[in-house]
């Protein structure tokens, strides 16, 4: 596992870990280039957590424990292959170039192609969502139907919940929620499993509620974990998953979409 598929890893799972966990996530986050020399009774008393929680932090990561995951390290730091995230320029532009890179990192191709194929053969799209997960529903809403595709979203939340009752078996409900735990984009999607639509949740967290109700999960970017709310960078990594759904829906679905984009081309020159 490279260091920064490692770092996508924490964040992506850190709200899920216990508060004493979440310590030495912080802590692995903030230096993670010299932990490698670091003993483990050492790195305890740095966080000031016990080795037991360390041993669990790191069998939740993926790793046999904290050999495992010091030799691994040690590998990527002699021969680092990952980009710098910190060099000079725009910070915004910077934090953008790292939020899709570690998006990139986290997408199932095949999650990308499933998605495609639902929408391909759906009546209908409906997009879910609140905040700027709401801003990422409707610039998807937008996205799809202009290459030809029936997509709705709604602004207001009542009209959400009453469309997701209307849902039916031939219909994709897609659910944008950062958190994956925004308790109306839930109720919108488990009414839109009831309806027997297929439904994809586009999340940050990978234990978070959302997925547990999905049919298909694909990820997106976690925000630093000690970052409070949302950003519209966060809300660029939604719609960079929806761009990479449209790439694939391009290719097996050319015909149509080059036909309604030149249908629609027409109609509003």
Same mark, same amino acid.
């Given at each position: 596992?490279? &260091?920064?598929?490692?770092?996508?890893?924490?964040?992506?799972?850190?709200?899920?870990?216990?508060?004493?966990?979440?310590?030495?996530?912080?802590?692995?986050?903030?230096?993670?280039?010299?932990?490698?020399?670091?003993? #483990?009774?050492?790195?305890?008393?740095?966080?000031?957590?016990?080795?037991?929680?360390?041993?669990?932090?790191?069998?939740?990561? %993926?790793?046999? %424990?904290?050999?495992?995951?010091?030799?691994? *390290?040690?590998?990527?730091?002699?021969?680092?292959?990952?980009?710098?995230?910190?060099?000079?320029?725009?910070?915004?532009?910077?934090?953008?170039?790292?939020?899709?890179?570690?998006?990139?990192?986290?997408?199932?191709?095949?999650?990308?192609?499933?998605?495609?194929?639902?929408?391909?053969?759906?009546?209908?799209?409906? #997009?879910?969502?609140? %905040?700027?997960? %709401?801003?990422?529903?409707?610039?998807?809403?937008?996205?799809? *139907?202009?290459?030809?595709?029936? &997509?709705?979203?709604?602004?207001?939340?009542?009209?959400?919940?009453?469309?997701?009752?209307?849902?039916?078996?031939?219909?994709?409900?897609?659910?944008?929620?950062?958190?994956?735990?925004?308790?109306?984009?839930?109720?919108?999607?488990?009414?839109?499993?009831?309806?027997? &639509?297929?439904?994809?949740?586009?999340?940050?967290?990978?234990?978070?509620?959302?997925?547990?109700?999905?049919?298909?999960?694909?990820?997106?970017?976690?925000?630093?974990?000690?970052?409070?709310?949302?950003?519209?960078?966060?809300?660029?990594?939604?719609?960079?998953?929806?761009?990479?759904?449209?790439?694939?829906?391009?290719?097996?679905?050319?015909?149509?979409?080059?036909?309604?984009?030149?249908?629609?081309?027409?109609?509003?020159?």
């Amino acid at each position: 596992m490279m &260091a920064s598929e490692f770092l996508t890893k924490i964040k992506s799972v850190y709200p899920s870990l216990t508060p004493s966990e979440q310590i030495v996530a912080k802590y692995i986050l903030e230096n993670y280039q010299n932990i490698v020399f670091t003993s #483990l009774s050492e790195f305890s008393e740095e966080c000031g957590v016990g080795e037991a929680t360390i041993f669990r932090f790191f069998k939740k990561i %993926g790793f046999s %424990g904290y050999h495992d995951f010091k030799t691994n *390290m040690a590998k990527n730091l002699r021969n680092p292959k990952e980009p710098d995230f910190r060099k000079k320029g725009c910070g915004v532009y910077n934090e953008m170039i790292q939020m899709l890179d570690e998006t990139m990192q986290l997408t199932d191709i095949e999650s990308l192609r499933q998605a495609a194929k639902w929408i391909k053969g759906s009546q209908t799209i409906y #997009l879910f969502g609140v %905040g700027f997960s %709401g801003l990422a529903a409707q610039g998807a809403q937008g996205r799809l *139907m202009r290459l030809g595709y029936k &997509a709705y979203s709604f602004t207001e939340q009542h009209i959400q919940l009453v469309s997701s009752h209307l849902i039916t078996e031939k219909d994709t409900a897609i659910a944008f929620s950062i958190t994956g735990d925004t308790i109306e984009t839930l109720n919108c999607l488990k009414n839109s499993k009831q309806n027997n &639509a297929k439904t994809i949740a586009i999340t940050n967290h990978s234990r978070s509620p959302i997925t547990k109700i999905a049919d298909l999960i694909i990820y997106t970017a976690g925000k630093e974990v000690d970052q409070e709310g949302s950003t519209l960078i966060t809300e660029m990594s939604q719609l960079f998953i929806i761009e990479q759904i449209c790439y694939y829906l391009f290719e097996i679905d050319e015909k149509k979409i080059k036909y309604m984009k030149e249908k629609i081309s027409r109609s509003i020159k």
